[in-house]
């Protein structure tokens, strides 16, 4: 069983409402997306800091995951995109590229519902895929979107972590949570959120407790997916798939096991189900929850 090691590669902490990212993968390794760190100073606005660091509100936005451009708090940590990073989030009223845009169908999905969350119209729909009969979409299907294409990275609801996307091997990533997730019955979302915490999607990342790859898995969690989970010890955790269906598979036996409460799940998945029975959640275990969830949201935003 996983019992969790208190540190995570990828550390986040929750001031307020603002979602704060903190790398910690070791000297000399700092994500190339982040040029440098900031703490807020009483007074100031987003707008100042962008102007002190030469960037924009909105690449401090969606480096940052801020939910609440007009609330920051004095003493909370900000990341400042590197230029190349900044570079890649459009400024605010920037016309959309004209290319297409492809969405993966998910699982339950209905052209209705696909057609809402993307501001367009099921006929729209049927006629640039030339669906054949508009009552029947398959979980995993590609649809292009009809018209001006969303900004790279982008979703209906904001943009994706501007970490992940200096990353495009990781960005690549995203269909094999959606696989791993519909496999094992867990939000796709809630899964890209857990395993972004703890390694930034790195298939290399390695803890000084032995937790192995992308999502950071334990050897016993590891031993226990293989063989009583997903019943196939050929899985590797070295390899990104493998580790993502391993964690989907972990994620939902702690969900049932706590009687299908996700919130525990995910606790447990850092301090182990038993101690969190037992002893409620630590003070740093609360701060992993809430920020996982918090980067849920931005993972379901953006689709």
Not at 15 to 27: D, F, H, I, R, S
Not at 109 to 124: G, K, N, Q
């Amino acid at each position: 069983m996983q019992v969790r090691k208190l540190s995570s590669l990828v550390v986040g902490v929750v001031v307020g409402p603002l979602l704060l990212t903190m790398w910690l993968t070791g000297a000399g390794s700092a994500d190339a997306a982040f040029a440098a760190t900031t703490t807020v100073r009483p007074g100031d606005t987003l707008s100042a800091i962008a102007k002190r660091y030469d960037t924009t509100v909105s690449a401090l936005v969606a480096a940052n995951g801020i939910t609440n451009p007009d609330q920051i708090y004095a003493g909370a940590t900000i990341q400042i995109p590197s230029p190349a990073a900044a570079a890649g989030a459009p400024a605010p009223g920037a016309a959309p590229v004209l290319t297409t845009t492809t969405v993966v169908v998910r699982r339950g999905d209905t052209l209705s519902s696909i057609a809402a969350r993307y501001h367009t119209t099921v006929a729209a729909l049927v006629s640039t895929n030339k669906i054949a009969n508009p009552n029947v979409v398959f979980a995993g299907a590609r649809l292009s979107l009809p018209g001006p294409a969303l900004p790279p990275g982008w979703g209906p609801g904001g943009p994706l972590p501007a970490a992940l996307l200096a990353h495009p091997d990781r960005l690549a990533l995203r269909p094999a949570f959606l696989s791993a997730a519909n496999a094992s019955g867990v939000a796709p979302s809630l899964l890209e959120a857990l395993c972004w915490w703890e390694s930034g999607w790195q298939s290399n990342a390695k803890s000084a407790t032995g937790a192995i790859g992308l999502c950071q898995l334990e050897p016993s969690t590891v031993t226990y997916a293989q063989t009583v989970l997903l019943h196939n010890p050929s899985l590797d955790p070295r390899v990104a798939p493998d580790n993502i269906a391993m964690a989907a598979a972990y994620i939902h036996d702690l969900t049932v096991r706590d009687g299908g409460n996700v919130q525990t799940a995910v606790a447990a998945y850092y301090q182990g189900l038993k101690s969190v029975q037992a002893r409620g959640m630590l003070a740093s275990t609360s701060n992993y929850v809430t920020g996982i969830f918090n980067y849920a949201a931005i993972f379901a935003q953006a689709g």
